[in-house]
């Protein structure tokens, strides 16, 4: 039965709509609940995944004006699971990627919303200090941000390539007891795309893509920049 032939989805209607527009509209609709049900379903795939391999060391990292030490396992904080994204920002670039900027920046607006169920930190490969002074020039004030400079973090995780570039991965690691384990990564990165198509890896945390795809001009060959 088409959706002409159907009763309509539900009865809100907008001033000056055709029956055409309506009909277009209830078999979009139908796409968008259908893509909800998959994205529910995929997300309790993601839960459901077992916990993967414990991290080969309880990491070092460097965060704040005095570049203290700090462990992977105190990133957690009292929480029981980290996420923890890998910022393209590496001591051999001049500016940081524009793309993970945009990223981080409404990230730094949800941060206090996220930490309230998990923990939250960012790692960088460059030097804390110009960690920092990027995100006083960017007005972050919310992210948890550390270096990786003198740790094997990237490497390992695959946010650094084997000759040292710079990899944009979102991990999620979980702690049991004194234990870390990995339990997610946006493996979409490397997997196989359609022709023209982005990886679409961290999408799920990067709202600028989730607002263009509503409108008639979708995302084009748009690209964030630093400064426009």
């Known amino acids: 039965m088409s959706v002409s032939d159907a009763s309509p989805i539900h009865g809100v209607r907008f001033p000056g709509e055709s029956d055409d527009y309506r009909q277009a509209r209830d078999r979009l609709l ?11 379903a995929v997300a309790a795939q993601r839960r459901a995944l077992p916990p993967g391999g414990p991290t080969p060391e309880d990491y070092v990292f460097e965060e704040g004006d005095e570049a203290r ?12 699971t980290l996420i923890l994204y890998s910022y393209m920002f590496g001591p051999r670039m001049e500016r940081p990627c ?16 996220i930490t309230q169920r998990v923990a ?7 030097p804390i200090a110009r960690i920092r002074q990027f995100a006083a020039e960017r ?15 990237h490497s390992d995780y695959h946010g650094e390539s084997v000759d040292g570039a710079q990899q944009p991965i979102l991990n999620v690691f979980t702690r049991e007891g004194a234990t870390i384990r990995h339990r997610y990564a946006s493996e979409l990165m490397f ?12 999408d ?22 630093l400064a426009y």
Not at 31 to 40: F, G, K, T, V
Not at 103 to 113: M, Q, R, S, V, Y
Not at 120 to 126: D, G, H, Q, Y
Not at 139 to 153: I, K
Request: proline fraction near 7%.
């Open 98 to 113: 524009p793309s993970c900027t945009s990223i981080l920046d409404a990230l730094d607006g949800e941060a206090a919303h």
């Open 191 to 202: 997997a196989p795309r359609d022709p023209g198509q982005d990886p679409r890896h961290v």
């Open 69 to 80: 030490s700090v462990r992977l396992s105190e990133l957690f904080g009292g929480k029981q």
């Open 30 to 40: 139908e796409s968008e609940i259908a893509l909800r049900r998959q994205i529910e």
């Open 120 to 126: 939250l930190a960012v790692a960088a490969r460059s």
């Open 139 to 153: 007005g972050w004030r919310r992210l948890r941000l550390v270096s990786s400079a003198n740790n094997r973090y």
């Open 204 to 225: 799920a945390i990067w709202p600028l893509w989730s607002a263009l795809d509503l409108t008639p001009e979708g995302r084009g060959e748009f690209q964030p920049k």
